[in-house]
Each structure stands twice: as structure tokens, then as C-alpha cells.
């Protein structure tokens, strides 16, 4: 079982940048993916950005290109999330996750991750 820990959330007027933080123990040699989705109240949880931890292939919805940066340091096994220019469809938990033997594709679903953080709260105020 792989443990997530998430940090970085907070309140943020729009326009602004938020740093989330993603670190992974346990058995994290058998994660290929970890990917941040978000769950907004009333909405569906969805795909925000993932990387595979592998060859570094990084995937964004389409929705937070261009405004949000993934990355990932290797010898702490942590990936980071760079939000910037927030917006008013960005608030939500944000959560981090891990896939199991499996690397992500354009097309990855959240039924392909198997540990999941708590969370980290974002509010963006217009």
C-alpha cells in the first residue's frame, strides 16, 4: 500500500498561485502514475494533471493547461502541482493519487488509481 500525504491548499484571490505537494511512502516502488484529481461540491471528481514516474510523460486536463505545472522530485518521491492564474472553476479538495503498475495516458480514469490522499482545500475568491 502506497500512503499520500498532500500540503500547499489554501484561499487564494483569483488570478493568484497556490504550490500543492504530493508525498508518497510505503511500497512506492510499484507506483508508475501519480496524478492530482479535484472534487468540486456538485460536481464530479475529475482529472487534473498526472505524470508517469517513469520516463517523466506529463498529462493535463484541458481545462488547466497552460495555468498549471506538474512536477516531480524523484529522491522523495513528492510531486508538486504549480496552479497559477486561479480562476473561479478551480476551488475544490484536491487529492492526490497513485496507480499501481499501471502508467497514465491521455485517457487514464480515477478507477485506475488505487491509494488516495485526504485532501487539500482550495478556495479562489473573485
Known amino acids: 500500500q502506497v500512503h499520500l500525504t498532500e500540503s500547499g491548499g489554501g484561499s487564494v484571490q483569483a488570478g493568484g498561485s497556490l504550490r500543492l505537494s504530493c508525498a508518497a511512502s510505503?511500497?512506492?516502488?510499484?507506483?508508475?502514475?501519480m496524478a492530482w484529481f479535484r472534487q468540486s461540491p456538485g460536481k464530479a471528481r475529475e482529472g487534473v494533471a498526472g505524470v508517469n514516474l517513469g520516463g517523466g510523460a506529463t498529462f493535463y486536463a484541458d481545462s488547466v493547461k497552460g495555468r498549471f505545472t506538474l512536477s516531480r522530485e524523484r529522491l522523495k518521491e513528492t510531486i508538486y502541482l504549480q496552479m497559477d492564474s486561479l480562476n473561479t472553476v478551480d476551488p475544490g479538495m484536491y487529492l492526490c493519487?497513485?496507480?499501481?503498475?499501471?502508467?497514465?495516458?491521455?485517457?487514464?480514469?480515477?478507477?485506475?488509481?488505487?491509494?488516495w490522499g485526504q485532501g487539500t482545500k482550495v478556495t479562489v475568491s473573485s
Open positions: 510505503g511500497n512506492v516502488n510499484i507506483v508508475r502514475c
Open positions: 493519487a497513485a496507480a499501481p503498475w499501471t502508467y497514465c495516458t491521455d485517457v487514464t480514469g480515477q478507477d485506475d488509481f488505487e491509494d
